[in-house]
């Protein structure tokens, strides 16, 4: 039956993973997948997360269906972790909030959503570049995928001007997916003087927004400040749609824990727009796993947990932003490697866009057992104090050739 299926490339994030697993080399790095490691590069399981487990454990919990929509303590804490506790909408009872897997499957149920009720236009306009995952994800989900302008190759900053126009010139009511914070793979937001001007570009272009915030609290440490575009935009009124994951800043990865959300008008909209949620999911994947949910929520929900779990999203970022110091340093000072690293440093989030061609990324796996995309996004959290210096003189060949 399957002798005519060709054979598919593998992804290119996970891929990198598979290859990374594949190679023998004790001096081997993966700076592939956007995953957190500590300081001796392992990963981490955050001591909020153990403490949760345990609260969880000895309440002695049942392992029935959740409902189609998910942990309904979950749900209320996500939603007011990304919109705050005075949003509006929060309490005038008009978000309609789901349980996703992740990120990814929160973006899933948005794009098939919209596919299915948006009334306007299907078509989404996603930055260029952008995650490698949301062109298959949203055409999958039955959109049609274009791009807008974002990154400048040549200042290694954002293109606003590019993205701008093009905003400008979408037709009216197109989607147009925005990164909320710590933009993947190039490490580059907007500031927030910027946000207000893409606010009031798309208010007055009447296009619809679609957050994606799989790293709040990743960009500066803080879950508030990198929830600044998103609020910013409902306090503008618009009505917005939104992707969250708990991977990164709850080191849920495996668990997947995440919500997607729609401001509506209405609780009496808000109660149409749940029904009609339940029936995108319930054929993809019944209802939503247990656990990850319960940590969540009880993280999210007892005043000295959540304290102490932003004190360890805060704890990350600050390391991440250590290595852009010592990476910058150790190429620009130590090694004199020729070429502008400042970038690394200016950079934001879990990544950082090097600027390192294909071929060279080719040469740093092959020859230093160096494992990166193909686009030279670095996981700079793939980065310690033990294998910083390996890994710069490692570029520093690759570049000198
Ligand atoms: C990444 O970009 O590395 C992460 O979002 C993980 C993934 O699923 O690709």
Same mark, same amino acid.
């Given at each position: 039956?399957?002798?005519?299926?060709?054979?598919?490339?593998?992804?290119?994030?996970?891929?990198?993973?598979?290859?990374?697993?594949?190679?023998?080399?004790?001096?081997?790095?993966?700076?592939?997948?956007?995953?957190?490691?500590?300081?001796?590069?392992?990963?981490?399981?955050?001591?909020?997360?153990?403490?949760?487990?345990?609260?969880?454990?000895?309440?002695?919990?049942?392992?029935?269906?959740?409902?189609?929509?998910?942990?309904?303590?979950?749900?209320?804490?996500?939603?007011?972790?990304?919109?705050?506790?005075?949003?509006?909408?929060?309490?005038?009872?008009?978000?309609?909030?789901?349980?996703?897997? @992740?990120?990814?499957?929160?973006?899933?149920?948005?794009?098939? =959503?919209?596919?299915?009720?948006?009334?306007?236009?299907?078509?989404?306009?996603?930055?260029?570049?952008?995650?490698?995952?949301?062109?298959?994800?949203?055409?999958? @989900?039955?959109?049609?995928?274009?791009?807008?302008?974002?990154?400048?190759?040549?200042?290694?900053?954002?293109?606003?001007?590019?993205?701008?126009?093009?905003?400008?010139?979408?037709?009216?009511?197109?989607?147009?997916?925005?990164?909320?914070?710590?933009?993947?793979? &190039?490490?580059?937001?907007?500031?927030?003087?910027?946000?207000?001007?893409?606010?009031?570009?798309?208010?007055?272009?009447?296009? =619809?927004? =679609?957050?994606?915030?799989?790293?709040?609290?990743?960009?500066?440490?803080?879950?508030?400040?990198?929830?600044?575009?998103?609020?910013?935009?409902?306090?503008?009124?618009?009505?917005?749609?939104?992707?969250?994951?708990?991977?990164?800043?709850?080191?849920?990865?495996?668990?997947?824990?995440?919500?997607?959300?729609?401001?509506?008008?209405?609780?009496?909209?808000?109660?149409?727009?749940?029904?009609?949620?339940?029936?995108?999911?319930?054929?993809?994947?019944?209802?939503?796993?247990?656990?990850?949910?319960?940590?969540?929520?009880?993280?999210?929900?007892?005043?000295?947990?959540?304290?102490?779990?932003?004190?360890?999203?805060?704890?990350?970022?600050?390391?991440?932003?250590?290595?852009?110091? &010592?990476?910058?340093?150790?190429?620009?000072?130590?090694?004199?490697?020729?070429?502008?690293?400042?970038?690394?440093?200016?950079?934001?989030?879990?990544?950082? =866009?090097?600027?390192?061609?294909?071929?060279?990324?080719?040469?740093?796996?092959?020859?230093?057992?160096?494992?990166?995309?193909?686009?030279?996004?670095?996981?700079?959290?793939?980065?310690?104090?033990?294998?910083?210096?390996?890994?710069?003189?490692?570029?520093?060949?690759?570049?000198?050739?």
């Amino acid at each position: 039956a399957w002798a005519s299926v060709p054979a598919g490339p593998p992804d290119p994030i996970l891929g990198i993973s598979e290859a990374f697993k594949a190679d023998k080399d004790s001096k081997k790095i993966n700076l592939g997948v956007g995953a957190y490691r500590d300081d001796k590069g392992k990963p981490y399981v955050l001591p909020s997360v153990k403490k949760a487990e345990e609260i969880v454990r000895s309440s002695n919990p049942d392992k029935e269906y959740l409902p189609i929509t998910g942990l309904p303590e979950f749900t209320k804490s996500a939603a007011k972790l990304a919109y705050g506790a005075d949003s509006s909408p929060l309490s005038d009872g008009r978000i309609s909030i789901t349980q996703s897997i @992740s990120g990814t499957g929160a973006l899933r149920i948005g794009g098939a =959503f919209l596919a299915r009720h948006y009334p306007h236009a299907k078509a989404i306009y996603l930055p260029v570049p952008t995650w490698g995952n949301h062109i298959p994800l949203f055409k999958d @989900s039955g959109l049609e995928v274009r791009g807008y302008r974002y990154f400048d190759k040549s200042t290694i900053g954002l293109d606003f001007a590019g993205l701008k126009a093009d905003l400008q010139a979408a037709p009216e009511q197109s989607i147009v997916l925005l990164h909320a914070c710590a933009h993947n793979p &190039t490490g580059v937001d907007p500031t927030q003087q910027q946000w207000k001007e893409i606010s009031d570009i798309v208010k007055e272009r009447k296009l =619809f927004p =679609f957050f994606d915030m799989a790293y709040q609290g990743f960009a500066s440490g803080s879950t508030s400040r990198d929830a600044f575009a998103l609020r910013h935009f409902v306090s503008e009124g618009h009505q917005v749609a939104l992707a969250q994951s708990f991977a990164k800043n709850m080191g849920l990865y495996g668990e997947r824990v995440g919500a997607f959300s729609l401001v509506t008008a209405s609780p009496e909209e808000k109660a149409r727009v749940d029904s009609q949620l339940k029936i995108v999911i319930r054929p993809m994947y019944s209802n939503p796993p247990l656990h990850g949910a319960r940590i969540a929520s009880t993280i999210l929900g007892d005043q000295a947990l959540n304290a102490q779990w932003e004190g360890e999203v805060k704890g990350m970022a600050d390391r991440i932003i250590s290595m852009r110091e &010592t990476l910058y340093n150790t190429l620009t000072n130590d090694l004199k490697t020729p070429g502008e690293w400042s970038h690394i440093k200016s950079q934001i989030g879990m990544f950082s =866009f090097t600027g390192l061609k294909p071929e060279q990324t080719k040469a740093l796996a092959e020859k230093a057992h160096v494992f990166m995309t193909a686009d030279g996004r670095i996981s700079m959290a793939g980065l310690n104090a033990g294998n910083v210096h390996y890994f710069s003189e490692s570029v520093d060949a690759a570049v000198r050739g």
